[in-house]
């Protein structure tokens, strides 16, 4: 254990992100411990973390160069730099995942690749602290002075995310004393000596402020706050991207809508929201939550994914949410929860943790296979039969030339209990329902609360009183906007709760040793259309269950029905069935629907002066959809979220 690790309580095991004591944070954050997951799919994702992605990840720095790269760095090795010039950040972010991983179940292993690396790092960094694979070794007189496409500060960012991370587990302190002398520097050039910099990708504005709350030390929270003030007066707006790709555009507070590309400007987000956090400056919070609403309501695909073009890895246009040209890149959606937890902090308000449930079950949870060991980068709505492209491959792959996502993907699971719980004054409140086990200090001592529950499956979850401190103390539960119908007892007597302003049923009372709270979530199957504006699929129709959205796989199809043929008609019935082990995806609950397949003849140009209901053929046929998260796990072959309505239906 770590006593550095802040927070409200300097004792924790801190988590990712974890605000001074005297931080605008309205909700406070657990320790990395004090939640366990021992079920359900967040468990399994944990499992296979450790046991597959990561030793997959530490096979792959090595083949790939990452680690090579910074032997030649280090004068330990001979060769060519391999890889983008980005390589570093891989090993950082696989460095942050063993250490959330090593916190949360140890591991003399996981350890020692920390320790090695640290080591490594150490030969690697320049005397003044400067550290930088690529820039020590094919352009050591090109130091910043790239800084739009450079990285160096993005990969800056992640050493300092991972060297934090490690330290909060308790680990070796070698990585942090890397990651200080790099900060340190970087507090000497852009804060000390004026270079007015930023850097193309951001992440490292984060990361400062990370680094500010581990350590105390003033001017990485003011390094933060100048780089974010730095950006948007256009002074990287070279090499053809255009400032808006970089956010680069317009002073933070004064857009409007978030543009380019996806990954940089939801970063950039998280940064400004932790600056209100340890700054008190409402006009980011403010600027950050006009931007959040207007992303929600006319940016995001159904899944939680974000930045609908390929061109650049960018947001497009309000309502440019094509399910089959959509990107939607891990790392994205990872972003995109990092930035929501930031905003439930600061504001404690449950839509934030609704989106980061979408998103977390959904368009992130697709990334990876049932196994582990294939990701993707790219996360459509929507795959043809005939699906070729340069960009996206259609299929999940063990690893990529540009490696961002697989990294982030193992770091975000490995600290998902981060995102489970926190306290607010003598509350407890939870925000995703996992089986497992919640710990919590409240002013008048411990609380510890064990999580029964088959979440998502299921949308029952018992919590039962473990130990409670003497006294009132409230215990608030989110009900999730999916959820028509919710109901709550305690010790099996409706407890007659209503749900608050911001999303919680709360319940306030002195609570005994063995007292059980049960909430009930509606599951019942729901058909979910889209925006009118949303061009792409109007018309068209999509199905949800609890937090999952589902997906037409043609593996799940009858023989001769065709998912590209499917419609559906409003109001048809949903059923789902339980299946404890679907063949190589695992643990489901399967929706089937009466369907209508239609074929049109496709002579000539698919157009025609008949409406479609004239010169369409339709019979009845039984359409099963799965949980998108679970797709790709068999054929490969074609599948899509949304389906047409009917031609000939009206509702
Ligand atoms: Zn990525």
Redesign the pocket.
């Known amino acids: 254990m770590n006593a550095a690790a802040g927070g409200h309580d300097g004792a924790q095991v801190g988590g990712p992100v974890t605000p001074t004591a005297k931080s605008r944070a309205v909700h406070h954050t657990l320790g990395l411990r004090d939640v366990s997951i021992d079920g359900g799919p967040l468990g399994r994702w944990q499992a296979t973390n450790r046991s597959a992605s990561i030793p997959l990840g530490i096979k792959q720095l090595e083949e790939a160069g990452n680690l090579h790269n910074l032997r030649l760095a280090a004068g330990e090795a001979t060769g060519e730099f391999k890889g983008p010039r980005f390589m570093d950040s891989d090993l950082y972010k696989q460095l942050e995942a063993v250490a959330w991983e090593a916190g949360r179940e140890g591991g003399e292993d996981l350890l020692d690749f920390l320790r090695r690396s640290a080591e490594l790092l150490t030969q690697a960094q320049r005397a003044d602290g400067y550290l930088n694979s690529h820039y020590q070794v094919v352009k050591p007189d090109r130091r910043y002075a790239e800084l739009e496409w450079s990285h160096e500060m993005y990969c800056a960012g992640h050493l300092i995310q991972a060297a934090v991370a490690s330290t909060r587990v308790g680990g070796d302190p070698e990585l942090l004393a890397v990651a200080r002398r790099f900060a340190d520097h970087l507090v000497k050039v852009f804060l000390h000596e004026g270079n007015p910099g930023i850097d193309g990708h951001p992440v490292i504005e984060t990361a400062l402020v990370e680094l500010y709350r581990l350590t105390g030390e003033q001017s990485y929270l003011d390094l933060a706050s100048r780089l974010v003030e730095n950006r948007g007066r256009g002074q990287i707006a070279s090499g053809g991207m255009g400032a808006h790709y970089f956010q680069d555009h317009l002073p933070v507070r004064e857009a409007d809508t978030e543009v380019g590309h996806a990954?940089r400007a939801l970063y950039l987000e998280a940064g400004i929201v932790d600056l209100y956090l340890e700054t008190g400056d409402e006009s980011l919070l403010a600027s950050s939550v006009r931007r959040w609403e207007d992303m929600v309501a006319t940016k995001t695909a159904l899944t939680g994914g974000i930045g609908s073009r390929h061109s650049r890895e960018s947001f497009g246009d309000r309502y440019e949410l094509p399910p089959d040209r959509a990107y939607n890149?891990?790392?994205a959606a990872i972003a995109s929860v990092h930035w929501s937890w930031r905003l439930l902090l600061a504001t404690g308000e449950g839509r934030y943790a609704d989106l980061i449930e979408r998103t977390l079950y959904n368009g992130f949870a697709a990334s990876t296979s049932t196994d582990g060991t294939r990701f993707f980068?790219v996360n459509p709505l929507q795959r043809r039969y005939d699906h070729v492209e340069g960009d996206d491959p259609g299929r999940r792959h063990e690893w990529f030339s540009?490696a961002?996502?697989p990294p982030?993907i193992m770091r975000l699971v490995a600290s998902l209990g981060h995102y489970v719980a926190t306290t607010v004054g003598d509350g407890l409140y939870v925000h995703q329902y996992t089986q497992g086990t919640i710990r919590a200090d409240l002013p008048s001592g411990a609380v510890k609360l064990a999580l029964r529950t088959d979440y998502p499956w299921s949308g029952t979850v018992a919590f039962t009183v473990e130990t409670a401190p003497p006294g009132e103390w409230e215990l608030g539960l989110r009900v999730p906007g999916w959820s028509e119908s919710t109901s709550v007892t305690v010790n099996g007597a409706a407890a007659g709760a209503t749900t608050n302003t911001d999303g919680y049923v709360v319940l306030r009372r002195t609570w005994e040793r063995g007292d059980t709270v049960t909430i009930t979530l509606d599951l019942t199957p729901r058909l979910v259309y889209p925006h009118q504006r949303i061009d792409a699929v109007r018309g068209c129709v999509a199905v949800e269950r609890g937090p999952l959205v589902y997906c037409f796989e043609q593996a799940d199809q009858a023989d001769g029905v065709d998912v590209e043929e499917l419609t559906l008609v409003p109001g048809a019935e949903l059923t789902a069935r339980d299946e404890a082990d679907l063949p190589d995806v695992g643990r489901t609950v399967v929706l089937s629907a009466e369907a209508l397949a239609v074929s049109q003849p496709d002579d000539g140009l698919p157009y025609s002066t008949r409406p479609p209901a004239q010169r369409s053929t339709s019979r009845p046929v039984t359409a099963t959809a799965i949980p998108y998260f679970q797709w790709d796990n068999r054929d490969g072959r074609a599948m899509r979220v949304f389906v047409p309505v009917h031609p000939g239906a009206t509702s």
């Open positions: 990954v890149e891990t790392c980068y540009c961002c996502c982030n």
